[in-house]
Structures are given as C-alpha cells and as structure tokens.
C-alpha cells in the first residue's frame, strides 16, 4: 500500500519505517528541512536502537522515501498518517497548530479518495475538525480516522512491529478495512485490532497516558510515606505487584515522570475534563506530586549538605564550594529525548543553590542536553570522567552501563562519596557497608526530606 507520514519524528519516523519494513511504499514528510537531508544523506536524526538498520534497509529498497514537497507527499498515500507534534499550549491545552496546518495542507493536495489517520495524541473532537479543514478546501471524498500510537521510546521498533493492541476509531467502513488490511501483518501474534468509535479512540490515547502517569504518583507518594514511617518501597512493590489485580508495570518509585507524552497528555486531559466542566482532581494531584518529586533528590542534596557544613566538621563551607555529577540526562533509558526529563529540573535547581561545576555524562543526549544548558555546564566523555573531584553523584537515567559500576573506582574519583539515586538501581546496604552515603526514594527511612 502506499503510504504518506506527516511529521517525520520519533512516532512519523518509527512508524514510516515499519510500515515500509513489511513492504508497503512510504512517503515521510516533514516541514524541517535540516531533518530531511539528514535523512536522505543516510543519516538518523533521533537516537532510537534497531531504528537506523531499518530505515537504510527500506531506503535501499527504494520503499521509503523522504521529502519537503507537501504536494508531492500528500498525492503519495493511499492513507495519510498525522503524525506532527502536539506540545502542550500556554494554557495546558494541546497546541493543535501543527495538526491543523498539516490538514489545510491535505484538503490543498488532496487528488483522490484518501484516509487521513490521525496518530499524534490530541483531545476528543480533533478527527472533527480534521474534517472540516480539509472539507473546505477539497470536494473531493476522504475519511478521517483515529489511529493512536501507543510506542515507547527506547523500544519503539519492537512496539510497533509487536503491538500489544491496534486502536482504530473510525466512522466508515471503508476507511476501517483499509486500516485493518494494513495493519494485519503487525497483529499476526492475535493481538487485537480494537475498532471503536472516533471519540472513544482519541480519549484512549490520553487515557493510558494517565492512568500510567497516575501508577508512578501514587508509588512516588507511597514512596515518600515508606521515607516517613522506615518502610522499603521495593518491598511493596514486589508485596503488590504480584497481585494479579494490580501487576508489576510502571511501579516504580524515582525522580518523576519526564518525557514528550506523560506530562503533556496529564494536562491536557485535565483541560479537557475542565472544558466539559469536570474537575478531574486525581489528575492535578498526579501532576502537583509529579512536580515535587522532581526537585525532591535536590531537596535531599541541600539538606544533607547543610547538616555536614553545619557540623562544622566538614571541608565544605558553603553550598556553592560543591561539585556535583550526573548520570544520565535523557527522560529515561535508549533515547536521546530530554523533553521535561526530571534531570532538567536537577540541574537547573543545582544552578539555582549556586553549584557552580556540574559534570555530566549521558551515552546519547549531551546534544539534546546543550540546546538547554549550553556550555553552563560540563559534559564529559566518559561516566568516570564526570566523577573527578565530585562532592556528589546524582543518578538520574538507568542506563544499562550505569548500573552496575567499580565503586572503588568511583570512590578514588570522587571527593566525597556520596550518591543520590533517582532510579533505586543501587544496593543501598552494601554502600553503606563500604563508606558511602546512599539516599535513593522510598528506600528506608529519610532524615534529609
Ligand atoms: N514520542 C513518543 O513516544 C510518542 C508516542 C506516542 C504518541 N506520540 C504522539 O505523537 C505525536 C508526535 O510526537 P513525536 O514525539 O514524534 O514528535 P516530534 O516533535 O518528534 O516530531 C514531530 C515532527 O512533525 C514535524 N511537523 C510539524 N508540523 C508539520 C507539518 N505541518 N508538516 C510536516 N511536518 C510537520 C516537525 O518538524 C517534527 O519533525 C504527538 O502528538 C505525540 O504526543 C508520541
């Protein structure tokens, strides 16, 4: 089939190479012309594993293509996926502008009948509007569909090429086959394609978005109870992930959720409910906790620093006298995306308290990391290397490479050793027993909260 993508980002570019990996002809389009040479010189804007083998693959294979002509890429597709960016507006709102741009440019182009798929994560009504935008401009027959994206950065190959379940919301018959006839070679393994209504499937998006966003809030509060009271939050976890009921999934305690996706959809979701005149209270509370727990390690920092300068025994006199390090700066583990990743905040708090050295290693997003922090602060080479001279190690990604470190050479490294663990990947009995100071989330109880 052929096949148009609007918006060649981390859910446009995935997707159009997958569709191309089982043998249909693939269009990406994109308005940012930097992202398009760089993809017909051979190379991958994004960092994502197994993406890079499949896009050369089906490049050589001459069945995905790249390009800026919108005419020329909209003429191309039999469907037509939306896959453009929906940042959250000043209000909290989804910024619709790159969706609806990118519908006055199909009812322009449009040449026969089409079926605009709607991928990006937008608020009910959207595939409506769609419509309209095109219908102005094209009397020329079309359908629009939901199709949301339920990949994971990081592993979004095997998401795509493995879904757990295919949503399609759709009005038409017609528009419903063609989407199912594409996707039947993804769901060989019998997981469902689940066809619903357009609402139904716009609001499935964000709600899957928010219950997982609302898991890590509620073990993050549980977390803080488990630092109160001298309980071990890995403890409960395994204690209630066990239970079938509940399962093991999204459990875990940290430094907050991050990402392009959870705390945009948590807002926008909450908007929503506020246009229709629901005040959706789990959802602000989810947020407010998320917003906490992305300072609380700093918190932690600042309190232990005082308590040492205070004693009057230490070195260190001020808090500006301190170095800190950081591993790991992208929102989680395999991407190279910082978008709201809690290791922002960290940073910019550490600024703010008037750290002066900050050393930091990630093994994928120190580009994404310079468009924020420029040269203000310091990106090494190698995970050691962010350690000389450190007074203290924030560990904010857990990398595979990070977790299982020489702590002996990182002692030797380090001016102090002392670890804040955003991620509770580190055995805190053992630190303790060779002369570290260890402070993780919800890991026991905590005098620095
Ligand atoms: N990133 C994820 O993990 C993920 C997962 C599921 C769903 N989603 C949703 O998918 C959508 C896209 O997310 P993303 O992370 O891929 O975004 P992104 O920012 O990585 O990519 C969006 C791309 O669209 C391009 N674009 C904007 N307007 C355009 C236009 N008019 N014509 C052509 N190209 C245009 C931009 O230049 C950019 O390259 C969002 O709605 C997001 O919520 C994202």
């Known amino acids: 089939m052929k096949i148009s993508v609007i918006g060649t980002g981390y859910v446009g570019l995935v997707s159009g190479a997958c569709f191309a990996d089982t043998g249909n002809e693939v269009c990406c389009i994109d308005i940012d012309k930097k992202k398009i040479q760089m993809l017909e010189d051979g190379k991958i804007p994004i960092y994502e594993p197994g993406l890079e083998q499949i896009v050369k693959r089906n490049v050589a294979e001459k069945r995905l293509v790249f390009t800026t002509d919108l005419a020329a890429g909209i003429k191309h597709g039999r469907v037509i996926f939306l896959a453009v960016g929906t940042p959250p507006g000043p209000d909290g709102h989804a910024d619709m502008q790159y969706v609806f741009k990118a519908a006055e440019n199909i009812g322009e182009y449009i040449n026969e009948y089409k079926v ?37 950065e ?26 199912r ?8 393994n019998n997981h469902p394609v689940i066809c619903m209504d357009i609402r139904s499937a716009e609001l499935t998006k964000y709600a899957a978005n928010a219950m997982l966003a609302v898991r890590i809030s509620f073990m993050n509060e549980i977390a803080g109870l488990c630092e109160k009271a001298g ?3 890995k403890k409960v976890r395994d204690g209630i992930g066990y239970d079938s ?22 807002k926008a979701v909450i908007k929503t409910a506020d246009d229709y005149g629901l005040d959706f209270s789990i959802l602000k509370a989810v947020e407010n906790v998320n917003n906490t727990q992305k300072l609380l390690l700093v918190k932690k920092f600042e309190n232990y620093w005082k308590k040492q300068i205070n004693s009057g025994k230490s070195k ?9 390090a950081v591993w790991g700066l992208s929102f989680k583990p395999n991407t190279d995306d910082m978008r709201e990743a809690p290791a922002i905040e960290i940073i910019r708090r550490l600024q703010q308290l008037g750290i002066k050295k900050i050393a930091v290693f990630d093994p994928e997003a120190a580009a994404e990391a310079k468009k924020t922090f420029g040269t203000s602060i310091q990106y090494c080479k190698t995970d050691y290397d962010a350690l000389k001279g450190a007074d203290s190690l924030f560990l904010m990604t857990e990398w595979m490479e990070f977790r299982n470190p020489d702590f002996e050479k990182m002692a030797a490294l380090m001016n ?17 027993q060779n002369g570290w100071f260890y402070e993780g989330i919800g890991i026991g109880q905590s005098d620095f909260i």
Request: proline share 4%; net charge neutral.
């Open 181 to 188: 006839e594409l996707y039947a070679p993804y769901v060989r």
């Open 416 to 432: 102090h050793q002392v670890i804040f663990d955003g991620r509770n990947i580190y055995d805190k009995e053992k630190l303790l």
């Open 231 to 233: 309980a071990n939050i």
């Open 116 to 152: 605009i798929a709607d991928k990006s994560t937008v608020p009910i009504g959207t595939a409506d509007r769609v419509r309209d935008i095109i219908a102005s401009r094209t009397a020329l027959e079309f359908d629009v569909v939901s199709n949301p994206e339920f990949l994971k």
């Open 316 to 324: 260190i006199k001020s808090l500006s006298d301190l170095t800190a």
């Open 245 to 266: 009921r509940i399962g093991m999934s999204f459990l875990y305690a940290g430094a907050g959720y991050g990402g392009s996706c959870f705390p945009k959809d948590v």
């Open 154 to 179: 990081g592993a979004a190959i095997d998401d795509f090429m493995k879904p757990d379940r295919i949503v399609i919301g759709s009005s038409s018959r017609k528009a419903e086959e063609i989407m």
